[in-house]
């Protein structure tokens, strides 16, 4: 009988394999749902609009598809009619670059933000609330998952028929993007809309060279480009006396926050201290550091004794590193002798605990464990469970894209050009005084290099906040960035002023 019975439960298990289904990847597909959001006392209502659209090659054929989530206000009183000419549209891309769009989503500008502290550290039962800031109420929102992130996925899913220069590299990603994008316009009937990019980290790179990509190969112009904490490759892979010198304000703002700074200087506010470290960073740091070994040592001496000052790390670590310290370091370092802490690359308010206080460099990023944390069961089930949208597929919070070429990156004057050949459009810089990767001060420095003419600095702004890279994870900065983004698309929608110089 125990036989049988064994031989009858294989006889199952076989028949039910042989009609598993394979992971499938849906190429072409949409789910709508409806909701409602109370912002800045309003409320709005909006639909969702959650899919894939297809990537094709020259012949027709799909050979990816990108994972979206597209929300459009809604106003009862016109029946469903919207008039898009009046209603800007922004397309939103994180970075990486492998990173799916899923911090700006759930976190700043969406309808919803997940559920952390003031602060933006974890807190449970995760899951989302509704954004009382989101700029939903001025524009419509677009967040576009590249290539192999979220559920965007490259076809077939196997990978073995993919060519990777297709998609992973800087301008082979602005390239399929710029085509994705257009399809998405025209499906979408927003051809009329005012248009905006805005890209975070990397995506700051995406949306530069996206910018002159949509206005000179698909004839597509805009009116804003956002870079939220942008990494400029130009600047950070630049020698010691560009690349060194521009972090250095930030290590200021870290140790001013730890209160590692001379009692002078902590008793000051951090806005107050700022001006002081980026003065001497351009005036002193950045000229000893090009005059390299052959610096006096007099003046050597002076200019460690100066850093240590606004840094909180000891003028002799400072020598020991010919006045070029890592940042990788200044995150071990800051707190070793303090509380033992490591503080985190990305957000340097956040502290880690290594397994020895020794070493050069942390052994995880704190931030980034901990957004981990709170983001991927906040997306996951915010997806499945508010939009609709079920499938058997992984949410890559970060997928498989590397190698990625980062060759011919011109993406920085490729945005100066955009910019020179369409009067509308303006640029804005939103970026975190405690970001030790891609540092204010570095954001600062490319908006001064975006154009060395200084013809197009009026269309330029910078906006600073007391917080890291994802500033928006502190709540009075998700409200006060939230405000700066709904000014600047306001302020850059020209109404009959002809575009001109």
């Known amino acids: 009988m125990i036989k049988q019975t064994l031989l009858l ?27 409602q959001v109370v912002i800045n006392g309003k409320t709005i209502k909006y639909q969702a609009t959650t899919g894939t659209q297809p990537v094709w090659d020259k ?32 397309i939103s891309f ?33 899951g989302v609330h509704d954004n009382e800031f989101s700029i939903l109420d001025v524009a419509d929102i677009l967040y576009v998952n590249p290539v192999n992130t979220g559920y965007s996925r490259t076809l077939p899913i196997d990978g ?32 009329l809309s ?42 950070m892979e630049s020698d010691a006396p560009i690349s060194s010198a521009i972090n250095f304000p930030y290590f200021t703002a870290a140790a001013w926050y730890h209160g590692q700074l001379p009692e002078a200087l902590q008793q000051k506010d951090l806005l107050e201290v700022l001006p002081q470290a980026e003065a001497f960073a351009v005036n002193t740091l950045m000229p000893a ?18 850093m240590a ?12 590193y010919n006045l070029d310290v890592p940042t990788s370091f200044f995150w071990k370092e800051l707190l070793r002798n303090k509380s033992g802490h490591t503080i985190g690359r990305l957000d340097s308010r956040y502290l880690g605990l290594d397994k020895t206080e020794g070493g050069v460099r942390p052994d995880f990023n704190a931030e980034l464990n901990s957004w981990l944390h709170s983001f991927t069961p906040a997306i996951n089930y915010y997806i499945k469970n508010h939009l609709g949208f079920r499938t058997d597929l992984k949410y890559n919070m970060f997928g498989p894209v590397h190698p990625w070429d980062r060759s011919n990156n ?65 709540k009075q900065d998700l409200k006060t960035a939230n405000d700066d983004l709904r000014e600047f698309i306001l302020g850059s929608m020209p109404g009959s002023k002809a575009a001109k110089y």
């Open 9 to 35: 439960l294989l006889f199952i298990y076989s028949f039910l394999g042989a009609f598993a289904q394979s992971l499938h990847v849906p190429v072409d597909t949409a789910v709508v749902s409806h909701d």
């Open 59 to 90: 012949s027709g054929k799909p050979i990816a598809t990108l994972y979206y989530t597209y929300y459009q206000k809604k106003d009862p009183a016109k029946k469903g009619k919207t008039d898009y000419a009046d209603r800007p549209l922004v």
């Open 94 to 126: 994180n970075g990486g670059p492998g990173s799916a769009s899923v911090w700006m989503h759930i976190a700043y500008t969406g309808p919803k933000v997940l559920n952390i502290d003031e602060e933006g550290y974890p807190v449970q039962p995760y």
């Open 160 to 191: 073995k028929e993919v060519q990777r220069d297709q998609f992973f590299g800087i301008n082979a990603d602005i390239k399929y993007l710029a085509e994705w994008v257009n399809t998405f316009v025209n499906r979408n009937n927003r051809w």
């Open 194 to 235: 005012p248009k905006y990019l805005i890209g975070e980290s990397y995506g700051g790179t995406r949306v530069a060279g996206l910018a002159s990509e949509l206005q000179e190969r698909q004839w597509m112009y805009l009116n804003g480009v956002i870079l939220v904490s942008p990494a400029d490759y130009k600047a």
């Open 289 to 306: 550091l090009t005059k390299g070994g052959f610096l006096p040592q007099e003046e050597k001496e002076a200019v460690a004794k100066k």
């Open 309 to 320: 000052e606004l840094s909180g790390i000891s003028k002799e670590v400072i020598l020991q």
């Open 410 to 474: 011109n993406t920085r004057d490729n945005l100066r050009r955009a910019m020179a050949q369409n009067p509308y459009l303006k640029v804005l810089f939103q970026s975190g005084y405690y970001d030790g990767a891609t540092t204010y001060f570095n954001a600062k420095y490319t908006m001064w290099q975006l154009d060395p003419s200084g013809k197009l600095k009026d269309r330029m702004d910078f906006k600073g906040y007391r917080s890291g890279h994802m500033m928006y994870l502190r």
